[in-house]
């Protein structure tokens, strides 16, 4: 009986075989007109292979993108993702190819409608694929009436942006006569009251639950939103990662470009070309211009799009492209300045390395951040960048009025212990290697114990040392600088016990350029 059975389930199997064999051949010579036996299973590998890379984009976006963008050297590139097939397209020819076909051929609409899947992300609204008569009202909004009310609302967004941050400051917490106030959620605050201001009047803007609800929506739903915050921040953090733009900066807000700005929303070139440099080094998408295909579409060069596929430009690749950008690599803040206005503030540093290209932040001339002529997203080229600019007018007075050049020095030995402290925690062995000590020291067990739990002390002194200047406390700065002295010392007799003398050498001296520099109080010094 056994054997019956079993003979019965071999025959079934290779009955199965038999089977999708014949379906495979049959798929292959309805594709090729004729028989490719031996090939169907690398067709079926191959079409594995493309359904996995398309779901690795997920997890590889960026990545993937980038490296499509290199090998393609300016011509379009597929990229396959879980539900669709994008083309990206980067040359100017191609580019004014998609700004001119009808919106009934590619659609804005359609490929925003895919994105943001209004249907489940907004209570069931929908609207069409085509740019037609329910969209007029919007745009008509958008781009004409809230743009010729502009020099009206900045006032008022100047008081909403003033007033938001004024509750911030009074509802946090003081210590010792200081407070530190969180970025990113005052950002957010700012940004939802001053919106709420500018499109729904001072009466719903102080009315909490509607905020709530506003911002909850944003969150939910708006992807455009979240970009204006993240743009916020990243500049913000460009500010800190490069000291030596504060001064010109604060001294073009204390000029009478100020009163041009505030009147008309120009007028400050600097803080202008800062931010649109800081959007491009950390730009928060990889594609934009995205236009969906109502119908086939072939490109110059007979690249085509079907119904159904995405076309974009990859906004992130050509932001760091040499062909677009002198020195991509490099933060440069002042790039977009006019060469004349650069020349009083006499610091070879921050010239441009593209005399004679300055560009305004709204300016969409080979700048793919907006989008792409005739259908430049009216939101963000009229109103968001009026109201970001003016968060970080005012971030930047709030922010670094006690900052100086001299404060460098002490946040790097604070950010060198805080993270260099948590090293041992990942991998015990390389930090022992790394502090300079052999590597029969480093594979010891007991030791790395140990390095475990005096690293841990390190990091403590690091987050004080931030706790400490954060509160304006430079002379305990200076005080815990100093006594790090101490600390070099000793990490560098036990170096030179061990047999590391260069290792010793190196730890003792920077143990006492770290301690004079708090014994003279360079921190604190005025």
């Given at each position: 009986?056994?054997?019956?059975?079993?003979?019965?389930?071999?025959?079934?199997?290779?009955?199965?075989?038999?089977?999708?064999?014949?379906?495979?051949?049959?798929?292959?010579?309805?594709?090729?007109?004729?028989?490719?036996?031996?090939?169907?299973?690398?067709?079926?590998?191959?079409?594995?292979?493309?359904?996995?890379?398309?779901?690795?984009?997920?997890?590889?976006?960026?990545?993937?993108?980038?490296?499509?963008?290199?090998?393609?050297?300016?011509?379009?590139?597929?990229?396959?993702?879980?539900?669709?097939?994008?083309?990206?397209?980067?040359?100017?020819?191609?580019?004014?190819?998609?700004?001119?076909?009808?919106?009934?051929?590619?659609?804005?609409?359609?490929?925003?409608?895919?994105m943001l899947q209004p249907k489940y992300t907004m209570h069931n609204f929908d609207w069409f694929d085509k740019r037609g008569t329910e969209g007029t009202p919007l745009v008509r909004t958008l781009r004409t009436l809230l743009t010729n009310h502009i020099p009206?609302?900045?006032?008022?967004?100047?008081?909403?942006?003033?007033?938001?941050?004024?509750?911030?400051?009074?509802?946090?917490?003081?210590?010792?006569?200081?407070?530190?106030?969180?970025?990113?959620?005052?950002?957010?605050?700012?940004?939802?009251?001053?919106?709420?201001?500018?499109?729904?009047?001072?009466d719903l803007a102080h009315d909490q639950e509607f905020l709530k609800s506003a911002t909850d929506f944003i969150e939910s739903t708006l992807l455009f939103a979240e970009i204006i915050r993240l743009t916020i921040c990243f500049a913000l953090h460009d500010l800190c990662l490069h000291p030596e733009y504060i001064e010109p900066l604060r001294k073009e807000l204390e000029s009478p470009l100020r009163e041009e700005f505030e009147q008309t929303g120009k007028g400050l070139p600097l803080l202008d070309s800062f931010i649109r440099e800081s959007a491009r080094t950390t730009p928060v998408e990889s594609m934009s211009t995205r236009r969906q295909a109502l119908e086939p579409f072939i490109l110059s060069g007979g690249w085509k799009v079907e119904v159904g596929d995405m076309i974009c430009t990859p906004a992130r690749a050509m932001m760091k492209d040499p062909a677009h950008f002198a020195a991509p690599q490099e933060f440069l803040g002042f790039r977009f300045v006019d060469p004349e206005l650069l020349v009083d503030l006499d610091r070879p540093k921050l010239q441009s390395p593209q005399p004679g290209q300055p560009h305004q932040l709204t300016d969409a001339t080979d700048w793919q951040v907006w989008g792409t002529g005739r259908m430049v997203c009216p939101v963000f080229k009229r109103v968001s960048q009026i109201v970001y600019r003016r968060l970080i007018f005012s971030l930047v007075g709030i922010m670094f009025a006690d900052f100086a050049l001299r404060h460098i020095p002490p946040l790097l030995v604070a950010t060198a212990l805080t993270f260099g402290g948590l090293m041992p925690f990942f991998n015990a062995e390389y930090a022992i290697q790394e502090f300079g000590l052999p590597k029969r020291i480093a594979t010891s067990k007991p030791a790395q114990s140990v390095m475990i739990i005096s690293s841990a002390r390190i990091t403590a002194i690091g987050i004080a040392l931030f706790t400490f200047y954060l509160q304006g406390k430079f002379e305990a700065v200076d005080t815990i600088l100093f006594i790090l002295g101490y600390v070099g010392l000793v990490d560098g007799y036990v170096c030179w016990l061990e047999g590391v003398p260069g290792k010793a050498v190196f730890r003792t001296l920077s143990g006492t350029l770290i301690a004079a520099w708090g014994w003279y109080g360079m921190t604190v010094s005025r």
């Open positions: 009986m056994l054997f019956l059975l079993h003979n019965l389930l071999q025959g079934i199997a290779l009955l199965g075989i038999f089977v999708l064999a014949r379906f495979a051949v049959r798929q292959i010579r309805g594709k090729h007109g004729k028989s490719h036996v031996l090939s169907w299973p690398f067709h079926i590998l191959s079409s594995v292979r493309k359904r996995a890379k398309a779901w690795s984009f997920l997890l590889h976006g960026p990545e993937i993108i980038q490296d499509a963008y290199d090998k393609a050297k300016g011509a379009p590139f597929e990229v396959f993702v879980p539900e669709n097939r994008y083309l990206f397209i980067s040359s100017a020819k191609h580019i004014k190819e998609v700004d001119t076909a009808p919106d009934s051929v590619l659609s804005l609409q359609a490929a925003a409608k895919q009206k609302l900045l006032p008022d967004i100047r008081l909403a942006t003033s007033e938001s941050f004024d509750k911030r400051h009074d509802a946090c917490r003081s210590i010792n006569g200081v407070k530190a106030l969180p970025v990113y959620s005052m950002v957010k605050e700012a940004v939802v009251y001053a919106n709420a201001l500018s499109f729904f009047g001072r």
